[in-house]
């Protein structure tokens, strides 16, 4: 199983980026991917999760409105539309699998609910 974020870069503030988690070694299809960053000096935050099928979406508070996570299951990809960034989304951000296929409220954001995690790729929010 192998799980390849991509996508990080510099960006200022109200810009855009997105990631994308390419996936291999494993049946994509059956597994829902979640999103989560981590920031210099911080513990690991959830950011959204979606489901196999795609068609349950999970966002954090705090970029709910403003990212967009979407799946194309014929080419095991993920990705993370990021848009209207701010400061305090710079973090390292990181692909995971998910422990099923469709989470339910409350799972989602649990990292011990996800048992492969991609290298992580750094965003960079600063003018």
């Known amino acids: 199983v192998q799980l390849q974020a991509s996508g990080g870069g510099l960006v200022q503030p109200g810009g855009s980026l997105r990631l994308s988690c390419a996936a291999s070694?494993?049946?994509?299809?059956?597994?829902?991917i979640g999103w989560f960053r981590q920031a210099p000096g911080k513990g690991r935050e959830a950011v959204s999760c979606i489901s196999s099928s795609g068609g349950r979406n999970f966002y954090a508070t705090s970029v709910r409105g403003r990212f967009t996570v979407s799946r194309e299951n014929a080419g095991d990809t993920v990705d993370l539309q990021m848009n209207s960034l701010k400061p305090e989304d710079t973090a390292t951000y990181y692909c995971?699998?998910?422990?099923?296929?469709?989470?339910?409220?409350?799972?989602?954001?649990?990292?011990?609910?996800?048992?492969?995690w991609g290298q992580g790729t750094l965003v960079t929010v600063s003018s």
């Open positions: 995971a699998r998910f422990l099923g296929s469709h989470p339910i409220a409350g799972t989602w954001g649990n990292p011990s609910q996800y048992d492969f």
């Open positions: 070694g494993f049946s994509f299809k059956g597994y829902a």
